[in-house]
């Protein structure tokens, strides 16, 4: 009589792992990198024309822009 023998299901190789693990960390920088662009991108926004009320920009590079509004009476001039 035979004997049927039943393997166990072999373990992910360690070099498998370690390939997968150096993936996902190349990814995450590329993620991480991306991000960093994008935000020295749109921080320095550069505004060609642009027209506002009595307001006329032809070029403008901005930094950090501040909006406050004031509804109460206009400051002494």
Known sequence: MPRDIVRR???????????????????????????AIGRLVVGRVTVKKA???TLE???????????REYDGPPPPA
């Not at 299901?9 to 991306?34: D, H, Q």
């Not at 920009?57 to 930094?63: A, G, I, P, S, Y």
């Open 9 to 35: 299901a072999e373990a992910i190789p360690a070099t498998s792992m370690i390939a997968l693990a150096v993936g996902a960390a190349a990814f995450g920088a590329l993620a991480v990198g991306a991000l």
């Open 51 to 53: 027209r506002f009320q």
């Open 57 to 67: 920009v032809d070029e403008l590079t901005v930094r950090k822009l501040r909006v």
